[in-house]
């Protein structure tokens, strides 16, 4: 089954406002966590990396004031889209690395979100 | 510095030809290499991985790909297409599986009936 959740899987939201997206690592703790973005038909794009407890690294170009990342814990990471725009309307998707039962430390991608902006 | 490189965006195969998707790679520390499988509208699904050990790696649904160093390439190979392979394939680069990874740009496969 599952073992990285992501909630909401679809959102539409009016331009201006703020989302929030989860990512959950399921029955494992996720020392590190990242997040993805992806546009129609193209590849994944790292947006950032966060470690619980600590602020995000994000990668240049991408708007630390706009995509607002918070690792509150090692089970959650939220993404917040702060006044949204279409051009924000994407797959976002992310991954967690932890150990799943005993085993090695390895990455868990999430089922991703879709996000369109009105 | 890491990086992916996958030749054809799109590749059409009928039904029960052999499925050949080409991944090359670029690292500056020994690789860790994935192959992802997306279906339209949903999350990413490993088919396999290479860490170390043995080059030839059998994933699930009948793939796999071999690790060549001297060739820095790790093509995803299935003898027999069949119609639920259609799907956008990713090949990933990694310093390590818990590790930032570095996507290619994908692949479209087709499948022909």
């Known amino acids: 089954g599952a073992v990285v959740s992501q909630h909401p899987s679809r959102v539409i939201c009016k331009s201006g406002t703020s989302v929030k997206i989860e990512c959950r690592s399921l029955?494992?703790?996720?020392?590190?966590m990242f997040w993805y973005r992806q546009f129609p038909k193209q590849s994944l794009m790292l947006m950032a990396t966060?470690?619980?407890?600590?602020?995000?690294?994000?990668e240049q170009g991408v708007e630390k004031d706009k995509f607002l990342i918070n690792h509150a814990s090692l089970t959650l990471s939220t993404l917040t889209v702060t006044s949204a725009h279409p051009e924000d309307s994407s797959f976002y998707i992310c991954?967690?690395?932890?150990?799943?039962?005993?085993?090695?430390?390895?990455?868990?991608f999430g089922p991703g979100t879709r996000l369109t902006v009105l | 510095a890491q990086s992916v490189t996958q030749l054809g965006s799109h590749v059409s195969v009928s039904e029960g030809a052999l499925v050949l998707l080409r991944c090359n790679y670029s690292?500056?520390?020994?690789?860790?290499l994935f192959w992802y499988v997306q279906y339209p509208n949903q999350g990413l699904q490993l088919l396999l991985k290479?860490?170390?050990?043995?080059?030839l790696v059998k994933g699930i649904n009948g793939f796999e790909a071999e690790f060549k160093k001297s060739e820095t390439s790790f093509h995803l190979t299935k003898p027999s297409a069949h119609m639920s392979d259609a799907a956008e394939y990713f090949c990933?680069?990694?310093?390590?599986?818990?590790?930032?990874?570095?996507f290619g740009t994908g692949t479209s496969l087709t499948v022909i009936p």
């Open positions: 991954s967690a690395r932890g150990r799943l039962r005993g085993g090695t430390d390895t990455q868990y």
């Open positions: 029955d494992f703790q996720a020392t590190t």
């Open positions: 966060s470690n619980e407890g600590s602020k995000a690294t994000y």
């Open positions: 690292s500056s520390v020994p690789p860790y």
């Open positions: 290479y860490t170390t050990g043995a080059t």
């Open positions: 990933a680069v990694s310093g390590g599986t818990g590790n930032q990874f570095y």
